[in-house]
């Protein structure tokens, strides 16, 4: 019996329909085998594509579980990230067909070769997998357990699997370490947050309305019995969404309200932990690679992963540019080849050795690789600019307000709010890191949502802004905070990196002052000498005052600067509660200020 024949006969005693035939080739000089069938414990098949060289043999694995569908090639999918990309950066199709490049999953043509089995797995009630789509759920994460302890014992592996992929790829991957597979011998994250509330659902309690609109432009088109509407595979002509054909009633009941479910959990609660990692379960080696334009889904996690993940084997990289780019260029590829080689194929190449901290440092117009040993950086300068309300600056050191002079700044609680700035800086300025920004606040109303957004200016005073992972013209860094949801957690935060509870609503009464510690994230920029450091405090999502970024096809909103991941959800934000009056208040024992992490040079 072959290996096909047999696991389709445990496919039909795990009562599935017959309604796939797996089958395989030899094409490109790989071995294919199509819609394996993978069992779940509660007789549910998921499908798998298989990649694995000519010569027989047992192979390291490289492997992913998502719900895109792994039959649609990038380019169908998603044409105008794949013709960006492609024209910007050549060295990603090259070398390939590209026929089996598919969205945030490795290209096989370029890992084979190196002798890795490559192992795509449709997830629950996407592609060619039916069942009920729950993303993140821990139902997902127990099939993506079981498909990586089935991996590990097949007749072509070593019996050693690899996780790697961006973004959904990359998120989950958290989330099943902590179970511990295993057969799971390593792990790269690449561009994947974490925590399902404070890096997805919700930025500092204000709800997020990506994953409402991602459900319908990229879940929703691939999702099992779509048909024809989930188009076909241009390698072999079959539907990438499964033989059957269902109605769009059918469809709806084999999926979660995931929009509602998510505007249902307000608060940090069990729904959201049993979406998030354990921090201290993730033991696995790993390399969590960050996107400093991420901001609003794609850093948070990768920088979190590689502070508080019990791993002892962990390695950091950041870098820029689009989030699907540098994954693809030969620089990514060849970073997590390097990796996988030393996890699993044993290969002795020096990756003992290579700097736990690797930074494609930012400037205005380049970035500059640096190696370090640890994050955040040792020999940070931890460095307060107060804010003076009468002079609208940031001045560094001192005390700020004075103690006897008070004063305040009001603005529309739904408008653009206030901005700060340094003077032209003396010389070169760098800060990489986390940032925070401490204000007192009060509002007309029982709350007030706070975005803060971290700018550089040139001399001429126009903004400078970076290509981010999604969005053109990215700022430099961005906080979020709902005045209601200020409660602390003594025990994680720190003085750079508030973390807040997220577990009660403390409403504010009228004119009440309030302190509040606002988390920025992770960013990276060196700033040149007669260049200013901005910071703007209101109250909806930054936009980018030099015009608008265009659209991407697998995006409903115009790209004006946070790209799809905005705020403007009117249930999250209802009028009466959020349109009132917010104010800043200085002097007295209100002395705001932000924290920024200035480094110094290396010394050489």
């Given at each position: 019996?072959?290996?096909?024949?047999?696991?389709?006969?445990?496919?039909?005693?795990?009562?599935?329909?017959?309604?796939?035939?797996?089958?395989?080739?030899?094409?490109?000089?790989?071995?294919?085998?199509w819609?394996v069938?993978?069992?779940?414990?509660?007789?549910?098949?998921?499908?798998?594509?298989?990649?694995?060289?000519l010569?027989a043999?047992r192979?390291?694995?490289?492997?992913?579980?998502?719900?895109?569908a792994?039959?649609l090639?990038?380019?169908?999918?998603?044409?105008?990230?794949?013709?960006?990309?492609?024209?910007?950066?050549?060295?990603?199709?090259?070398?390939?067909?590209?026929?089996y490049?598919?969205?945030e999953?490795?290209?096989p043509?370029?890992?084979?070769?190196?002798?890795?089995?490559c192992?795509?797995?449709?997830?629950?009630?996407?592609?060619?997998s039916?069942?009920?789509?729950d993303?993140?759920?821990?139902?997902?994460?127990?099939?993506?357990?079981?498909?990586?302890?089935?991996?590990?014992?097949?007749p072509w592996?070593?019996?050693?699997?690899?996780?790697?992929?961006i973004s959904?790829?990359?998120?989950?991957?958290?989330?099943?370490?902590?179970?511990?597979?295993?057969?799971?011998a390593?792990?790269?994250?690449?561009?994947?947050?974490?925590d399902?509330?404070?890096?997805?659902?919700?930025?500092?309690?204000i709800l997020?309305?990506?994953?409402e609109?991602?459900?319908?432009?990229?879940?929703?088109?691939?999702?099992?019995g779509?048909?024809?509407?989930?188009?076909?595979?241009?390698?072999?002509?079959?539907?990438?969404?499964g033989?059957?054909?269902l109605?769009e009633t059918?469809?709806?009941?084999?999926?979660s309200?995931f929009?509602?479910?998510?505007?249902s959990?307000p608060?940090?609660?069990?729904?959201?932990?049993?979406?998030?990692?354990?921090?201290?379960?993730v033991?696995?080696?790993?390399?969590?690679?960050?996107?400093?334009?991420?901001q609003?889904l794609?850093?948070?996690?990768?920088?979190?992963?590689?502070?508080?993940?019990?791993?002892?084997?962990k390695?950091?990289?950041?870098?820029?540019?689009?989030?699907?780019?540098?994954?693809?260029?030969?620089y990514?590829?060849k970073?997590?080849?390097?990796?996988?080689?030393?996890?699993?194929?044993?290969?002795?190449?020096?990756?003992?050795?290579?700097?736990?901290?690797?930074?494609?440092?930012?400037?205005v117009?380049?970035?500059?690789?640096?190696?370090?040993?640890?994050?955040?950086?040792?020999?940070?300068?931890?460095?307060?600019?107060?804010l003076?309300?009468?002079t609208?600056?940031?001045?560094?050191?001192?005390?700020?307000?004075?103690?006897?002079?008070?004063?305040?700044?009001?603005?529309?609680?739904?408008?653009?709010?206030v901005?700060f700035?340094?003077?032209p800086?003396?010389?070169?300025?760098?800060i990489?890191?986390?940032?925070a920004?401490r204000?007192?606040?009060?509002s007309s109303?029982?709350?007030?949502d706070?975005?803060?957004?971290?700018?550089?200016?040139?001399?001429?005073?126009?903004?400078?802004?970076?290509?981010?992972?999604?969005?053109p013209h990215?700022p430099?860094?961005?906080?979020?905070?709902r005045a209601?949801h200020?409660?602390?957690?003594?025990?994680?935060?720190?003085?750079?990196?508030?973390?807040?509870?997220?577990?009660?609503?403390?409403?504010?009464?009228?004119g009440?002052?309030?302190?509040?510690?606002?988390?920025?994230?992770?960013?990276?920029?060196?700033?040149?000498?007669?260049y200013?450091?901005?910071?703007?405090?209101g109250?909806k999502?930054?936009?980018?005052?030099?015009?608008?970024?265009?659209?991407?096809?697998?995006?409903?909103?115009?790209?004006?600067?946070?790209?799809?991941?905005?705020?403007?959800?009117p249930?999250?934000r209802?009028?009466?509660?959020?349109?009132?009056?917010?104010?800043?208040?200085f002097?007295?024992?209100?002395?705001?200020?932000?924290?920024?992490?200035?480094?110094?040079?290396?010394?050489?």
């Amino acid at each position: 019996m072959s290996l096909l024949e047999g696991e389709a006969r445990m496919a039909e005693n795990a009562g599935e329909r017959r309604t796939h035939q797996p089958r395989g080739e030899i094409r490109d000089g790989m071995r294919i085998d199509w819609d394996v069938p993978i069992a779940m414990d509660d007789g549910v098949v998921l499908r798998a594509d298989v990649f694995r060289p000519l010569a027989a043999g047992r192979y390291p694995v490289i492997l992913s579980y998502g719900p895109y569908a792994k039959g649609l090639a990038f380019q169908d999918g998603y044409p105008s990230a794949w013709e960006r990309m492609t024209r910007q950066h050549p060295d990603v199709a090259a070398g390939s067909s590209n026929l089996y490049q598919s969205w945030e999953v490795v290209d096989p043509e370029k890992w084979v070769p190196h002798d890795y089995a490559c192992v795509r797995v449709d997830s629950r009630g996407a592609g060619c997998s039916p069942g009920f789509i729950d993303h993140f759920s821990p139902r997902e994460t127990k099939d993506f357990y079981d498909c990586i302890e089935w991996a590990g014992v097949q007749p072509w592996s070593n019996g050693k699997v690899g996780l790697d992929g961006i973004s959904y790829y990359g998120i989950n991957q958290w989330h099943v370490a902590s179970l511990q597979p295993p057969h799971l011998a390593a792990m790269c994250i690449w561009e994947g947050a974490a925590d399902w509330y404070r890096d997805m659902t919700h930025h500092g309690g204000i709800l997020s309305t990506f994953w409402e609109n991602w459900y319908d432009m990229q879940v929703k088109t691939v999702q099992y019995g779509a048909g024809e509407r989930g188009k076909r595979s241009r390698v072999h002509g079959e539907l990438v969404c499964g033989p059957e054909i269902l109605s769009e009633t059918q469809l709806a009941q084999n999926r979660s309200d995931f929009g509602g479910e998510i505007f249902s959990h307000p608060l940090d609660d069990s729904y959201h932990r049993g979406r998030s990692p354990v921090w201290a379960k993730v033991k696995v080696p790993f390399l969590s690679a960050a996107n400093w334009g991420g901001q609003g889904l794609h850093p948070r996690g990768n920088f979190e992963g590689f502070a508080r993940a019990a791993s002892k084997r962990k390695w950091l990289e950041a870098h820029g540019l689009e989030h699907w780019t540098h994954f693809y260029t030969d620089y990514g590829r060849k970073l997590q080849l390097r990796f996988f080689d030393y996890f699993l194929h044993g290969k002795d190449n020096g990756w003992d050795r290579q700097p736990r901290v690797l930074l494609q440092v930012r400037h205005v117009d380049r970035f500059v690789e640096r190696a370090e040993n640890e994050w955040p950086l040792a020999r940070t300068r931890w460095t307060r600019f107060h804010l003076d309300p009468a002079t609208g600056t940031l001045t560094a050191g001192g005390q700020g307000q004075r103690a006897g002079k008070k004063a305040t700044l009001h603005f529309d609680a739904l408008g653009d709010g206030v901005t700060f700035l340094t003077a032209p800086l003396a010389q070169e300025t760098e800060i990489t890191g986390p940032s925070a920004l401490r204000l007192y606040v009060s509002s007309s109303t029982a709350d007030a949502d706070i975005f803060a957004v971290l700018r550089v200016l040139s001399p001429d005073l126009k903004e400078v802004v970076f290509q981010g992972a999604i969005d053109p013209h990215t700022p430099l860094g961005q906080g979020w905070l709902r005045a209601s949801h200020r409660q602390l957690d003594r025990k994680l935060s720190t003085p750079y990196r508030p973390y807040h509870t997220h577990a009660r609503k403390q409403p504010l009464k009228p004119g009440e002052v309030v302190a509040l510690d606002i988390e920025i994230w992770p960013t990276s920029i060196v700033v040149p000498a007669g260049y200013r450091i901005g910071l703007s405090v209101g109250g909806k999502d930054y936009v980018y005052p030099g015009g608008s970024g265009g659209r991407l096809s697998n995006f409903k909103n115009e790209l004006t600067g946070c790209g799809p991941f905005l705020h403007d959800d009117p249930r999250d934000r209802p009028a009466g509660l959020f349109d009132g009056v917010t104010t800043l208040h200085f002097g007295g024992v209100a002395r705001p200020y932000l924290l920024l992490p200035i480094i110094p040079a290396k010394r050489k």
